[in-house]
């Protein structure tokens, strides 16, 4: 697929599914045209989200232990084909990919299979999906604004299955507030791994806080901007390029010893607020939300790195209530 290639009919119907939230009511893939015009530019998209979430395990210290991924809801694939291109495809044996479409599933499955030629690529069966037998690790990428009841109570069985869980979704209020519900019943069972620094139930959850919700926003690469290609699909498509809001749970099983929360260590909420005397943002540590503010002149330099990094915003701040004096990113 290239530019020229592209097909914007395809790509207009995809996008009005999508407003009309009508990709819930089934498969709206109709070729495998569509599959490769979605990958090429929402999917792409979407991979810059996963990119960010990986760049943040990578920081953590964080890798899954199981050899085998397990893409279910898989659409074009690209969830899968950044985790296994993140950690390196020598980690990994094999992929299994599901949908409630066999068009994705054939389209995922030969695109992994193009890009990691020594990978087992097979697609869930009725049967795979209905056993005990563990899943390694599960990747699961923008599906619950699709899901019915019945769909996300069998992805919790497969979750009861998996190894660990990397799960992202779009950065809206509702679907981040249901993710972050999903994410305290995970606690039973597994360690949460990302985004949190602790394994507290989730603080947006609590009673007052129904206006937050945990949320970030992954850099697009900086290349695009003068692409006139990407420029022209934005304007067509009604998208602002520099947007890029997701919420996401890693986990990981508590038998495997995996790695522990992050004490004294805080995540920002969203974005920084940059104003000319000090910057402001929403923290989430162990003791739970709370704004901060960061006045200029306690510290210029970290003043100005919150301005400009692109990096995943977990620090450990020097704080005085709720006036921040310093601090250090992780990593």
Same mark, same amino acid.
């Given at each position: 697929?290239?530019?020229?290639?592209? &097909?914007?009919?395809?790509?207009?119907?995809?996008?009005?599914?999508?407003?009309?939230?009508?990709?819930?009511?089934?498969?709206?893939?109709?070729?495998?045209?569509?599959?490769?015009?979605?990958?090429?530019?929402?999917?792409?998209?979407?991979?810059?989200?996963?990119?960010?979430?990986?760049?943040?395990?990578?920081?953590?210290?964080?890798?899954?232990?199981?050899?085998?991924?397990?893409?279910?809801?898989?659409?074009?694939? #690209?969830?899968?084909? *950044?985790?296994?291109?993140?950690?390196?495809?020598?980690?990994?044996?094999?992929?299994?990919?599901?949908?409630?479409?066999?068009?994705?599933?054939?389209?995922?499955?030969?695109?992994?299979?193009?890009?990691?030629?020594?990978?087992?690529?097979?697609?869930?069966?009725?049967?795979?999906?209905?056993?005990?037998?563990?899943?390694?690790?599960?990747?699961?990428?923008?599906?619950?604004?699709?899901?019915? %009841?019945?769909?996300?109570?069998?992805?919790?069985?497969?979750?009861?299955?998996? &190894?660990?869980?990397?799960?992202?979704?779009?950065?809206?209020?509702?679907?981040?507030?249901?993710?972050?519900?999903? *994410?305290?019943?995970?606690?039973?069972?597994?360690?949460? #791994?990302?985004?949190?620094?602790?394994?507290?139930?989730?603080?947006?959850?609590?009673?007052?806080?129904?206006?937050?919700?945990?949320?970030?926003?992954?850099?697009?690469? %900086?290349?695009?901007?003068?692409?006139?290609?990407?420029?022209?699909?934005?304007?067509?498509?009604?998208? &602002?390029?520099?947007?890029?809001?997701?919420?996401?749970?890693?986990?990981?099983?508590?038998?495997?010893?995996?790695?522990?929360?992050?004490?004294?260590?805080?995540?920002?909420?969203?974005?920084?607020?940059?104003?000319?005397?000090?910057?402001?943002?929403?923290?989430?540590?162990?003791?739970?939300?709370?704004?901060?503010?960061?006045?200029?002149?306690?510290?210029?330099?970290?003043?100005?790195?919150?301005?400009?990094?692109?990096? %995943?915003?977990?620090?450990?701040?020097? *704080?005085?209530?709720?006036?921040?004096?310093?601090?250090?990113?992780?990593?």
């Amino acid at each position: 697929m290239t530019w020229d290639e592209l &097909d914007w009919s395809i790509l207009e119907r995809l996008r009005g599914r999508f407003l009309s939230n009508a990709a819930a009511a089934g498969p709206y893939w109709e070729s495998a045209d569509d599959l490769a015009n979605y990958d090429y530019t929402y999917g792409e998209r979407i991979g810059w989200k996963w990119d960010h979430v990986l760049r943040e395990l990578r920081l953590r210290n964080w890798r899954p232990r199981a050899r085998t991924v397990f893409d279910w809801g898989c659409g074009s694939g #690209v969830a899968a084909r *950044r985790v296994i291109a993140g950690f390196g495809p020598e980690n990994f044996d094999a992929l299994t990919v599901w949908d409630h479409s066999p068009l994705a599933c054939d389209y995922a499955a030969a695109t992994a299979q193009q890009a990691f030629p020594a990978l087992t690529l097979t697609q869930a069966t009725p049967g795979l999906l209905a056993a005990p037998t563990p899943i390694g690790l599960l990747v699961v990428s923008h599906v619950l604004n699709e899901l019915p %009841p019945d769909a996300l109570a069998a992805l919790q069985a497969l979750i009861a299955r998996a &190894d660990a869980v990397l799960w992202v979704e779009p950065g809206t209020h509702v679907v981040s507030r249901q993710l972050s519900a999903l *994410r305290d019943d995970l606690r039973a069972t597994f360690q949460i #791994v990302a985004p949190c620094t602790h394994a507290n139930p989730c603080p947006v959850l609590t009673p007052g806080n129904e206006r937050h919700w945990c949320h970030f926003f992954a850099p697009p690469p %900086p290349e695009i901007f003068a692409d006139s290609n990407w420029v022209k699909f934005g304007q067509r498509a009604g998208i &602002d390029l520099r947007s890029l809001p997701y919420c996401f749970i890693a986990a990981e099983r508590d038998d495997a010893g995996g790695t522990p929360a992050l004490p004294g260590l805080s995540r920002v909420i969203g974005r920084v607020e940059h104003y000319k005397p000090y910057a402001r943002w929403l923290n989430c540590d162990a003791s739970g939300l709370v704004e901060l503010e960061l006045p200029k002149r306690a510290d210029s330099a970290l003043f100005k790195q919150l301005e400009r990094t692109k990096a %995943p915003l977990v620090y450990r701040w020097h *704080r005085d209530s709720d006036k921040v004096t310093g601090g250090e990113s992780l990593g």
